[in-house]
Structures are given as C-alpha cells and as structure tokens.
C-alpha cells in the first residue's frame, strides 16, 4: 500500500508526536507513515521521543540559523532528503514564510488548541489560548485541525472536537484535558483523512 511521507515539526515534548506515534504504531494511521522529525529549538523532548520510535531526528535551531530565511532553506533540504510529501505541525512554535507556506499549499496542516476562530492567531499558543478562554468565561473549547497558510491559523479548518470547561479550571487543567480529549484523538484522525484522500487522488 502507498504511503503518504510525513515530517513532523515540533518545539516541545511531543505529545501530539507521540499521539500520532501510537496511531501508527496501531494502525489506526495505515495512510501515512513518519520519516522524519524537526525541532526549530535545543533539548526539545519531542525529538527523544522519534528516536525510540526509530524516526529520524533533526534539531535545526531556529535561533542558531540567525533568519528565517536560513532556516527554511535548511528545513527544505532536510524535507527534500527525507522525501516528505506532507508537513503535520505538531506544536511548532516558528512561523513559517508565506513563500514556504505557498510551496507547500494544502500540504501543511497544524492542531490548535482552541475552537477556531476563537483564541487564535499571532500570540496564541501553548498556556495563552487556555488564559484567555478562562478569561473569556467560555464553556466550551477544543481543538482544531485546519490547513495552513500565510495567515497564522488562518487555514482551511480540516476537523475539530470540542471539550467542556469545567467550574474551577486551570489554564494547566483546561490545557491537559484539551490534549486528552480533543489533540491527541483529532490529531491522528485528520492526519489519516488527508493521506487517504492524497493517496486517492494519486493516478
């Protein structure tokens, strides 16, 4: 069976990585398959996590590159080596270029940790989304997987799943009750979507 190559772009500990890990590991990712991870920053736990999967691991310091511009080159030839058809943003803290981003149109996709288009865009990541939803007084909240383009979380939405707020809620409780219920089972689920339908479109 035809796989679709996957790279995966982290910054962190790679929880929803090892989400889509354990999917594949289970079969419930059967479309796709992982051949490479990236961390734009040093120590990131995520990439440990790879290599005990026995996926090739790269750290390219966004930092250390000096410009964007020096480390999109280098991204891209990595991608280009590891043969990568499809970009998964797995808690990617880096912007990627509108140039970069319409090279790789439809075939970047990333998980936010909100119900877009509420809590999102430039400034919203991580502990942040889940302040300002408390903040907000809202009740329900989520995830979303969506396409990405220029616009930060700007992209067509591909699936989302909503998580009740609860009385009493932390920005940490609100944060790992959102990667439990909605990240790490909508993440996997959207990924297999878009590598079925690239490989049903294949002649």
């Known amino acids: 069976m035809n796989k679709i190559r996957i790279a995966v772009l982290v910054s962190g500990g790679g929880t929803n990585l090892q989400a889509m ?10 479309s796709g398959q992982i051949v490479l991870t990236v961390s734009d920053r040093p120590g990131a736990y995520a990439l440990e996590r790879a290599r ?19 480390f999109e080159e280098r991204l891209r030839a ?5 043969g990568a058809e499809l970009i998964v943003l797995a808690g990617f803290l880096s912007i990627l270029s509108p ?5 790789w149109d439809r075939r970047i ?23 300002a939803a408390l903040a907000r007084g809202v009740k329900v909240t989520g995830a979303t997987v969506h396409y990405v ?8 939405i591909i699936a989302q799943k ?26 996997p689920r959207a990924v297999e979507t878009v590598c079925r339908e690239r490989i049903e479109r294949i002649p």
């Open 21 to 30: 890990l354990d999917a594949e590991r289970r079969r419930e990712l059967e």
């Open 78 to 82: 990595a991608l280009a080596e590891a």
């Open 162 to 187: 909503a998580v009740e707020v609860l009385p009493g809620d932390t920005p940490e409780a609100l944060q790992r009750r959102v990667m439990e219920q909605a990240e790490w089972i909508l993440l």
């Open 52 to 70: 005990q999967a026995g996926v090739p691991a790269l750290e390219i310091g966004r930092k250390a590159c000096g410009s964007r511009e020096a």
């Open 149 to 156: 383009n220029e616009i930060p979380d700007g992209g067509e």
């Open 109 to 131: 996709i990333n998980i936010h940790p909100s119900l877009i288009p509420s809590f999102c865009g430039a400034g919203f990541y991580g502990l942040k989304v889940h302040e």
């Open 99 to 103: 140039e970069f981003t319409r090279d």
